[in-house]
């Protein structure tokens, strides 16, 4: 957040940095996936004329989240999968709101063809989300 705007110098490698800790769950309290959920959504609202053409990998590296998630039968407990569910949502939301709708849109193949409630709550407060 000290970066502000200045964060779009650094989005490329940022970006990868992002999708690395979103793809690996890192025990019981998934502390670093929290904070990098934290940390896209301060440079999704800092760097919000640039995410646009990042759409895409984000939703997909998001998704893929939420569905690992959902689908963990490890040791994780239910008050930070929730949180973790909510982080993704809201960048979700984030997302949507700079790119003007445009992850609404892509959406709305994917809970039409869920069938997992968990998964497909995430996806109706998005679309839902004005």
Request: proline share 5%; aromatic share 2%; glycine share 6%.
């Amino acid at each position: 957040s000290r970066l502000g705007i200045l964060i779009v110098r650094h989005l490329r490698r940022l970006e990868r940095v992002i999708l690395g800790y979103l793809e690996v769950c890192d025990g019981p309290e998934e502390e670093a996936r929290l904070g990098i959920l934290e940390t896209l959504q301060c440079t999704i609202e800092h760097a919000w004329p640039r995410m646009p053409c990042r759409v895409p990998v984000l939703l997909t590296a998001l998704l893929k989240m939420i569905w690992d998630v959902h689908t963990d039968q490890g040791s994780t407990p239910e008050p930070v999968k929730a949180a973790l569910l909510q982080g993704a949502t809201d960048c979700l939301i984030l997302l949507d709101r700079c790119s003007e709708g445009q992850v609404k849109v892509l959406l709305e193949g994917v809970c039409s063809s869920c069938e997992e409630n968990r998964v497909r709550e995430c996806i109706r407060k998005v679309q839902e989300h004005t």
